[in-house]
């Protein structure tokens, strides 16, 4: 199975007592995606994602927000976002404009 984030070879984890597979699924990429990823990416991307959606949902109780993937920051190779890797933002929902803006570091 490969990562739906970085598209390596997900590890498989393997019972120490038997060397039996005991998992080969790895972890879910949400907020991120929709799919699994490998052990790297939870650790460096999906887990920050989901603090810092934590964190502003807990500032924020009446807002609606979203971790996305910016197609236009990803060319211009943007690295600064709130993820902290590569061209994932953090979108938030303006319903009178019936719309997602991307938030960037200052304005959280």
């Not at 929709?34 to 924020?60: H, S, W």
């Not at 902290?84 to 960037?104: F, S």
Request: aromatic content about 10%; charged content about 30%; hydrophobic content about 35%.
């Amino acid at each position: 199975m490969k990562c739906c984030l970085c598209g390596k070879e997900i590890e498989k984890l393997t019972s120490p007592k038997t060397g039996e597979i005991v998992w080969d699924q790895g972890n879910s990429a949400w907020p991120l995606a929709d799919g699994r990823c490998c052990k790297i990416c939870d650790e460096t991307k999906v887990i920050p994602a989901r603090y810092e959606m934590g964190q502003l949902k807990e500032k924020n109780p009446d807002k609606k927000f979203r971790v996305a993937y910016c197609e236009e920051f990803a060319l211009r190779g943007y690295t600064g976002d709130i993820v902290g890797h590569g061209a994932w933002v953090i979108q938030q929902w303006l319903p009178a404009e019936e719309e997602w803006i991307c938030l960037h570091d200052e304005e959280v």
